[in-house]
């Protein structure tokens, strides 16, 4: 049975025995204040200064508490980012993130993998500058810096129910996926090794029961993955980590899921699990009842799981710690976010980039392309013909209505940059053959469902995949058949009106994420690339933005194939009525209202409906920026 929030659970325990309550925070992503950066606004759903009450409430009703970070706490907010390249840059102040986990004194943490992404050195100094431990069980440095201890073991004096100080020893492991290698090739080759989460854990945790642990906790930075025995070296491999003997506890992380759902069982193969979200929107809960059997050894005897999110009243932030440490690095930030760098002439959103052609891919595309092509000059490769890659990264998903682009035509300033532009790649060019561009295409597909011809009531998108995963390549035409299984939905692929054949070559400009991994899309990249200066690819779309006013319009490039009959149904946010009348010839109409702020629309796939042309052409009546209605904040920081 789980615990419900906000219950004691040392008033139920009997003489002699120990109540134990464990906290975990997991991908907060450099979230520290209830604040989104890129729609310029509070957000109360988010932020460790929003958690910190609740961390406070907990340790105030159970005496015995302990407080882990499952990582990904360092990288993806922009006053975050903005931090580690001062740092890079040689500043003096510690890492903001540092200063507001130090505040809220953790006892112990691990890494993920986007602790990597701007370099070991830097990860080094945030490191030393954490008063927590952090630990690391399945990678290890291979330079002369060890990277962090395999594992922990955590002297703690906690007291039983009557009242009895007992001393335990509370073994604590971490994992990450060992795809970090890959993702962050360019910092970690040849000074970072990898294994196997579920070997690693297993390992780790019988050496930590030699060492005397009396329960062992691990921190994976992993999401359930498949109810199917875990493949060797999966990145999600919760359900098989839980199986696991000698572990007697798991926080999960990675996916930004929560785990359990109210009112579930939160074990899995009998052992509790938490995953507490992303961003700080929840605080992972165990409590362990904790028990001496008849050789004198501390057992657990019973455990419940939860993930928490801070009710109306923990929206008050903690002023003189956790919120405090950031605020002069936010007010930089936001100082910074205001600055200029270009205009629209048109608005530009990204609500249906799912469904059709959308004027955001088409700017950063067009973006790419004016970076490249000086690039390619004098090479032999500048005779082929150049194609430019752009992901919907802000396209709903698990960011919901919020998560979508929204901009009024005008001035662009840096937040509307980063917004369109969200992660400190740089750009790739890599020469591909035709037969790598219809797998490219293929893979992306996999973000619809397979539907049912003729049948009109269906859901088009499959939620489980990210949208950022729908790449959309500039200079080819494609059509996709959601009706055919998926590896087979990619017909008419053409470049300039001719079909595209399996050995024709390309150049790509891509991002350089893309060329991480080791899928065989990522091998094919790199095998193909081409050796130019790194530019990120911000820099490229500030210098596209700063050559003069841009009004992108998509080209035509992909399309739903014609199916008579046949409808599915998509969410996007509320503001999107206001917007679909530019896509209206493709088929689209509201249908109802959804959940959290989004609607409901209909995508008709008959051949009338596909055969128009597309109207992008902006309309009076545009209502600018969606994203200013926000729920308000009770108690919130003042920015």
Known sequence: MVNRPGDDIQSTEENGRIALRLLCTTDLHGHVLPWDYTARRRDCRVGLARLAPLIRAHRRRCANTLLFDNGDFLHGNPMADAESVRLAAGGAAPHAVAVAMNALGYDAGTLGNHEFNRGLELLRRVLDQLAHPVTSANLRGLDAFPLAPSG???????????????????????????QCLEWDRRWLAWRVGARDMVAAARARAGALRQRGADLVVALAHSGLGPEAPAPPCAENAGRALAALPGIDAF?????????????????LHGTPVAQAGRFGSHLGVIDLGLARDVTGRWRVVHARSRSEAPGPAS??????????????????????????????????????????????????????????????????????????????????GHGGARHFLSLPAGPVTERHLRALQPHPDLLSLSVVDGATLAGWLEQGARLFRRLLPGSRDQALIDPSMPPYGFDVIDGL??????????????????????????????????????????????QALRQGQIPVPAQPL???????????????????????????????????????????????????????????????????????????????????GYGGCAMTRTPRCPAAMTP
């Open 152 to 178: 922990l073991l955590l002297r703690r004096r906690l007291r039983d129910a009557a009242g009895r100080e007992r001393l335990l020893r509370i073994g604590v492991l971490g994992l990450a996926p060992p």
């Open 251 to 267: 926080f999960l992380g990675h996916s930004h899921e929560v785990h359990p759902a109210p009112g579930e069982d939160g074990r």
């Open 315 to 396: 929206a008050q932030v903690h002023r003189e710690l956790v919120a405090a440490s950031a605020r002069q690095p936010h007010l930089r930030m936001l100082e910074q976010l205001r600055r200029p760098v270009g205009r629209s002439r048109v608005p530009i959103d990204s609500h249906f980039a799912l469904v059709a052609p959308d004027a955001s891919l088409q700017l950063l595309c067009d973006a790419w392309r004016r970076a490249a092509t000086p690039l390619l000059a004098g090479r032999a490769e500048a005779m082929l013909p150049l194609l430019t890659v752009a992901a919907p990264f802000r396209s709903g």
């Open 477 to 522: 035409t494609w059509r996709i058949d959601p009706t055919r299984p998926i590896g087979a939905r990619i017909d008419d692929l053409r470049q300039a009106g001719r079909v595209v054949a399996p050995d024709d070559r390309f150049v790509v400009a891509v991002s350089s994420h893309r060329l991480s991994g080791g899928d065989p899309l990522a």
């Open 538 to 620: 911000r820099a490229a779309l500030r210098a596209h933005l700063a050559a003069g006013p841009v009004a992108p319009r998509p080209r035509r490039s992909w399309r739903f194939a014609a199916l008579p009959g046949t409808a599915a149904w998509f969410e996007a946010p509320d503001a999107a009525r206001r917007t679909v009348s530019r896509v209206a010839a493709r088929g689209i109409a509201p249908l109802a209202p959804a959940r959290d702020g989004l609607l409901r629309f209909e995508l008709r796939l008959g051949p009338q409906d596909a055969a128009r042309p597309i109207d992008f052409a902006p309309r009076l």
